[in-house]
Each structure stands twice: as C-alpha cells, then as structure tokens.
C-alpha cells in the first residue's frame, strides 16, 4: 500500500478503548489518511506523578486492539527511545520513515491543542505537521477566543465525532470498584488486562 497521508496518534493508551479507536477512524475517512499510526509514549512528560502501567504491556494491548483494522498500525518507536517521549522527535521519525508523505497528521483531543503552548517544541511540531483535533459533542472552538484568534488556528482542523464518554481513568476506575468494563474497550484487551492483573480489582 502506497503510504502518502499518514496520521500519528500519540497517547499512553493505559489502557486503549473504543473512545481512541472511534477518533482515529472517524479522522481516517474524512481526512482520506492511508494509515493511522498508534504511539504508545514510554515516560510521557506530562504524566509526572502517576503511575503509568509498563510500556511494554500498554503496547500490548494497543497492538490487540488496532490488529482487526487494516488501516491501523502501531509503532514502538517512542517505547525504544531513551528518555522523555516528546512529540516533535515522533514526527520527525516518521517523515524520515516516509520521505515520500503527502500529508503527515497528529490526531489529538480538542481539549490537548488548547494546551499546544505547553508541548516540547510546540511551534516546530506545529509547522511539520498538521493536526486533527477530535471534538466531542458541546465543544465549541469560537469559545475559545485565545485560539481562534491566534496563529496556531491554521495548523489545526477540528473534527467533531459522536460522543463516546470513556476514558483511560473511567476504565481503571470502574476496575478498582468492581463494576464492568465490557464494551468499553476490545474484548481482546479486557481479557489482556485482566489475565496480566494490570490494574487494582476488589
């Protein structure tokens, strides 16, 4: 398959769900992307203070979850990279990996590119890529004026997508409480995660 729009979707996926899975398809098909890369970050600088699950297991259980879409892959590139995950080395990784690339991607949450100003780089991850930014029902980007009208607005296409209400915390917090977590994420995953015992349970 000739890859020449590929999106990169970073995240510490602890663990992945089907919110993850909707935003990078619905990004897929109305962006025409060829292949949508998952990232799970190692130490991502932005988690200090929380313990996050191995990055070995997380991978794991992004590999299961994208394996059934053809479109979807999933790279260790930041796991095997040594110190702190940083968003403008993952790029520039794939752009060497993919010199021919028509369009590079970064598909993130509204929510994250309000907060760009706060990335490694930001303004150099800005001007080598082009984001996505997945917005969830009640969103609205004209509420927020110190974007709008701010240069970082023509780097960035919002999306909206049905809402899906999950989360990485609601999983493990349903876990610790005893309450189901089926259908939140990929049966594969569910089964990883409870026979590894990667989070706390009743």
């Known amino acids: 398959m000739s890859i020449k729009r590929l999106a990169i979707m970073g995240g510490t996926f602890d663990p992945i769900h089907y ?33 996050v699950t ?41 752009r060497a990996e993919y010199p021919d690339l028509e369009h590079l991607y970064f598909i993130t949450g509204a929510d994250a590119i309000l907060q760009i100003m706060t990335w490694h780089d930001y303004q150099k991850v800005l001007h080598e890529c082009e984001f996505i930014a997945v917005t969830r029902p009640g969103f609205h980007v004209e509420e927020h004026p110190e974007f709008v ?16 209400d999950i989360s990485s915390t609601m999983i493990r917090n349903r876990l610790a409480t005893g309450h189901t977590i089926k259908y939140l994420t990929t049966e594969t995953v569910v089964n990883y995660l409870l026979r590894e015992k990667l989070y706390p349970t009743p």
């Open 149 to 164: 009208g701010s240069s970082l607005a023509q780097h960035v296409s919002f999306l909206p997508i049905p809402g899906l």
């Open 19 to 51: 919110g993850h899975l909707l935003m990078a398809e619905e990004a897929r098909q109305a962006f025409g992307i060829d292949l949508v890369v998952f990232v799970p970050n190692a130490q991502p600088p932005h988690k200090k203070g929380y313990a």
């Open 54 to 94: 191995s990055a070995e297991h997380r991978y794991a259980m992004t590999l299961l979850a994208t394996a059934s879409n053809r479109y979807f892959a999933c790279s260790r590139v930041e796991i095997d990279r040594p110190g702190l995950s940083y968003s403008i080395d993952t790029i520039r990784h794939f």
